[in-house]
């Protein structure tokens, strides 16, 4: 009989799978099956809308302003001068050896520390006019922004909290035609005014030319209903008749002109009554005369001085 497996070599057996070296250079953990999404790696763009920053790796050093130290003026040829200066007591070392590479490696490096500082003092300066270009450009694009007025759009649809409550309140509020609007309404007034005027004293003229007529005591008004209506011994008749006997009705006359009697009058077409009531050419004539004469003395005139 086979002698039976003790459990410690039981519990420490391993899966013969596991123990085999893979030929992948990433780590047993990273490594994922062909069932996995991301067993075969595509490649992914960055979003559209997001700007892609790659990691920087590391930190850069803050750059040391090298003309810091000149506080005393002087010039760039004078601070490499000083740097760079001369032996005091040159001297003339043998050739290939250890001094005369000591003395050539020396001015290699003073030649390199004058190109230097010279490149450095000419990328400052193209450093500070592309500077002062570009500040310029974002002010003047600033005071452009500033400056424009705002859309129809925004103008409409802007809120009214913008609005100064203290001049709203307590100014008068601005209003750059009111001097023409008072000049305007000023003529109107006094064009109105004149022509009440002119009325009026038309009015009193008219007054005065009929004042006249005017019944204004008893005798007079006697006088008037006498010659209008007669007395009772002799009344007024109107009109005869075939008989020559007179009526005392007023229709004895005929009947009241009508408006289209006037009218046919005017254009010729009157018949019968309204022929013989009408007035004729001559009086419509005087009428006429008189009103444009009252129209150019800018009085009136009576009818019986016509």
């Known amino acids: 009989m086979p002698p039976k497996t003790s459990i410690s070599s039981a519990l420490s057996w391993r899966c013969p799978q596991c123990t085999v070296r893979t030929f992948a250079s990433s780590s047993k953990l990273l490594a994922v099956g062909p069932e996995h999404p991301r067993y075969v790696k595509v490649p992914e763009p960055p ?13 850069l050093p803050i750059p040391r302003n090298v003309f810091a130290g000149n506080s005393k003026g002087r010039s760039d040829d004078e601070i490499i001068a000083l740097s760079t200066p001369s032996p005091k007591n040159p001297k003339n070392p043998p050739k290939g050896s250890r001094e005369e590479w000591k003395a050539k490696m020396s001015e290699i490096r003073k030649q390199n520390l004058r190109e230097g500082v010279k490149s450095l003092r000419a990328r400052q300066i193209s ?22 007025p705002d859309r129809e759009d925004e103008r409409l649809t802007a809120p009214s909290n913008n609005m100064d409550l203290d001049a709203l309140y307590n100014k008068p509020i601005p ?26 004293m038309e009015a009193v003229h008219s007054l005065y030319m009929n004042a006249r007529e005017f019944i204004v005591t008893p005798q007079q008004l006697d006088k008037a209903v006498d010659a209008a209506f007669g007395t009772p011994e002799m009344p007024v008749q109107f009109g005869k008749f075939s008989t020559g006997v007179s009526n005392r009705s007023i229709w004895a006359e005929g009947r009241p002109e009508r408006v289209q009697d006037k009218l046919n009058v005017a254009n010729g077409q009157a018949t019968g009554f309204a022929m013989r009531s009408a007035k004729s050419s001559s009086e419509i004539n005087k009428e006429r005369i008189r009103r444009i004469a009252e129209t150019f003395t800018g009085g009136k005139i009576e009818k019986s001085v016509e």
């Open 127 to 148: 450093d500070e006019r592309h500077q002062n270009v570009r500040q310029a450009a974002k002010q003047r694009e600033r005071q452009e922004l500033l400056q424009r």
């Open 47 to 59: 979003q559209q809308t997001v700007p892609h920053n790659p990691p920087v790796k590391g930190t």
């Open 175 to 200: 209003d750059p035609t009111r001097e023409d609007r008072i000049r305007t309404k000023q003529l109107n007034l006094q064009r109105h005014e004149d022509m009440k005027r002119q009325e009026r």
